[in-house]
């Protein structure tokens, strides 16, 4: 069999596939291409790379794709718990007020028993879903992770633009898993190489800043979210005013260079609203910080406040001069002696004539204290669709 020949076939048809939407086709058919590739060539040769990179990529989608899915079906869950507790409720009155026989209670137990029985079921199956779904993400970063290895490795400009996909999408499987510290690593990773072989008005350049100011953002850190959106817009009109400039000095102008126009301009009031979000989520932040001083400000000044009353009595030890012997605190006057008899009997006599004041109640003095992944993937998408005509892009269409 040509091993070369076939794999290269399975490998059009997978990118085929992920165009479409039909993700678990696309993941057969890359995996069968990598099974391939890496039985010939063994796991880290550097023809592997671009199997193991789109097979990576597909199960980062597929993951995606289950997530959801997942979601939509822990909803319906809830919905149907919603609706079982709004029937026990009409239910449960009409048995107190007719005093209907046991046969019936038993029914309804019965009928109780089977419905939890059901959602058993229904929660083992959501959980064998979202083990599938970490074992698709893990597998994910085990793909990519090689890619990035086998590229990087490789000193050419094309290679090294690849290995910049593989960080970038290593990222998005961080932020899947909600590692976003490690998402941002691997978003700086990405720009590194691509400001070093990009024009500054590539658009790959500009989903790399929206992706590391969506990291940004999921990690509460809502100032540099703000700066690498702002980042992404600036890309943009960069690359418009460029498009712009070359439609004038061509005689008639490109349709290609006008659609792209367009295009990016769809995409600027969405990326605006996200920093309008963060600077809102910023502002909740520094108010919620703010009402948290104040709180612990309060408990602090209850304490000294409970600690200046008189109703709280200290015991005042000193320290043992130089020289003295250390020996046990005395405490035999705090102990209440045995009386003689007499002496009670004396005293109850005294006591049932005098009666004692009660004691101040101890309280303390102090106050209580108070109890995005949508532009980008347009951008993907959009970058896909546009043919490499600048030098500086090396990157493949499907990339």
């Given at each position: 069999m040509d091993v070369d020949g076939e794999s290269k076939k399975l490998l059009g048809?997978?990118?085929?596939?992920?165009?479409?939407g039909n993700i678990p086709a696309a993941v057969n058919a890359f995996q069968e291409a990598a099974s391939l590739l890496g039985k010939k060539y063994g796991e880290t040769a550097d023809e592997c790379a671009e199997a193991f990179f789109y097979y990576g990529k597909s199960l980062l989608e597929l993951a995606r794709?289950?997530?959801?899915?997942?979601?939509?079906?822990?909803?319906g869950v809830q919905v149907e718990e919603e609706g079982e507790k709004a029937e026990d409720d009409s239910v449960l009155p009409t048995v107190d007020e007719t005093e209907e026989s046991e046969e019936e209670d038993k029914e309804n137990d019965k009928a109780e028993d089977d419905k939890e029985n059901e959602l058993t079921v229904e929660d083992k199956s959501l959980q064998e879903s979202e083990e599938d779904e970490i074992g698709n993400l893990e597998l994910a970063w085990d793909m990519l992770e090689l890619a990035k290895v086998i590229y990087k490795r490789q000193e050419t400009k094309e290679a090294q633009l690849h290995a910049?996909?593989?960080?970038?999408?290593l990222g998005e499987v961080s932020i899947e898993?909600?590692?976003?510290?490690?998402?941002?690593?691997?978003?700086?990773?990405?720009l590194a190489l691509q400001q070093k072989y990009l024009e500054a008005h590539d658009r790959l350049l500009a989903e790399s800043h929206y992706q590391l100011a969506l990291a940004y953002h999921y990690n509460s850190q809502f100032d540099e979210a703000v700066l690498q959106f702002g980042k992404s817009v600036e890309v943009i009109d960069k690359r418009m005013a460029m498009l712009t400039e070359r439609i004038k000095k061509a005689e008639s102008g490109s349709p290609e260079d006008e659609?792209?126009?367009?295009?990016?301009?769809g995409l600027l009031p969405e990326i605006k609203e996200k920093i309008e979000d963060s600077k809102e989520s910023q502002k909740s932040a520094r108010v919620a910080e703010l009402a948290l001083k104040a709180t612990l400000v309060g408990t602090t000044s209850g304490f000294a406040q409970s600690e200046d009353s008189g109703s709280v009595s200290t015991i005042p030890v000193r320290k043992a001069a130089d020289g003295a012997p250390q020996c046990v605190t005395d405490i035999s006057h705090l102990v209440r002696k045995k009386r003689k008899p007499e002496e009670e009997t004396q005293q109850g006599d005294n006591e049932a004539k005098k009666s004692k004041p009660e004691p101040a109640v101890n309280g303390g003095g102090g106050d209580a204290a108070p109890s995005g992944n949508e532009v980008a993937e347009k951008m993907e998408e959009e970058t896909e669709k546009r043919p490499q005509a600048e030098s500086g892009a090396a990157v493949e269409s499907t990339v």
């Open positions: 048809l997978g990118q085929k596939h992920l165009v479409m794709m289950e997530n959801g899915v997942l979601g939509n079906a822990l909803e910049a996909q593989a960080h970038l999408k898993s909600e590692n976003y510290t490690q998402a941002i690593e691997e978003f700086q990773a990405c659609k792209e126009i367009e295009e990016l301009k």
